[in-house]
């Protein structure tokens, strides 16, 4: 479901970014293939340097269809940066592919916070953040990133998903899932 990023699906990542539906909710956007080929270029480049992990989501045949990233990496923190393009929204490929990114990020690399940095007005990103079980709002715990963020005005809403939180979480799923295979 996820695959390091390179160069061979930008025409596809594009086409599907420049979308009006996801392009003012995209991160790093780019105006041009060319553009975008050389942002992602640099978010390779990036990777390498321990700043920024990205991943390319796929369906179920392997195509890209959209993008994981947690940028601005320091102090085993980031922010989370996610897009699917249009035709796989409400689809679910969001829930497994940030899954799989969440247990890569805090089981693999080390990260202890994920933070989710959304616009008051994406009401689609705030209902799918609310569905999260492992998710806490961070505005009053984290005063000063949520003040950052919100220096000249109220944009943003903080949210912020813990290792030890998520994990948690991914035991009782799983002592679930013995339950209901014993049953």
């Known amino acids: 479901m996820l695959k390091k990023r390179d160069l061979s699906e930008c025409h596809v990542l594009f086409d599907l970014m420049v979308d009006p539906e996801v392009f003012p909710f995209v991160r790093q956007k780019a105006s041009s293939l060319e553009e975008f080929m050389f942002l ?3 978010t390779i480049e990036a990777e390498d340097r321990g700043e920024i992990i990205s991943r390319t989501i796929l369906d179920e045949w392997q195509n890209p269809i959209g993008t994981n990233n947690l940028f ?3 102090d085993q923190c980031g922010f989370l940066g996610t897009w699917l393009g249009k035709p796989y929204h409400g689809k679910g490929y969001n829930q497994p592919a940030k899954e799989d990114f ?3 990020l805090f089981f693999e ?3 202890q916070t994920i933070f989710m940095r959304i616009r008051k007005t994406n009401l689609r990103s705030q209902r799918a953040a609310q569905k ?3 998710i806490s709002i961070a505005n009053e715990a984290r005063p000063d990133i949520y003040q950052q963020l919100n220096n000249t ?3 943003y809403d903080l949210f912020q998903i ?3 939180t998520y994990h948690l979480y991914t ?3 799983a002592a679930t899932e013995e339950i209901i295979r014993e049953a």
Do not use: A
């Open 153 to 155: 005005e109220e944009i």
């Open 72 to 74: 601005d990496v320091q």
């Open 171 to 173: 035991l009782r799923e």
């Open 102 to 104: 969440f247990h890569e």
């Open 40 to 42: 992602t270029k640099q």
């Open 162 to 164: 813990e290792r030890d």
């Open 132 to 134: 999260i079980q492992y």
């Open 109 to 111: 690399k080390g990260i």
